[in-house]
């Protein structure tokens, strides 16, 4: 949901554990934002989520 971009970069990075502890392990994840970010989109908090899905994903995959 690109909507969790507007939250804090600190929510982003919780919000992003919440997802990634949700799929458990695995070779890998993909993450979607559905809809992409929109023109409203900080994009400090859209590098916040990318290095999030970067640095916890890590511990996931097999």
Not at 12 to 21: M, N
Request: aromatic content about 6%.
């Amino acid at each position: 949901d690109p909507s969790m971009l507007h939250a804090s970069p600190e929510r982003i990075r919780s919000e992003v554990e919440t997802i990634l502890a949700g799929f458990g392990e695995g070779t890998g994840h993909i993450f979607n934002l559905g809809h992409g970010i929109t023109p409203d989109v900080n994009p400090e908090h859209a590098g916040a989520f990318i290095n999030a899905v970067g640095e916890l994903s890590r511990k996931y995959h097999k």
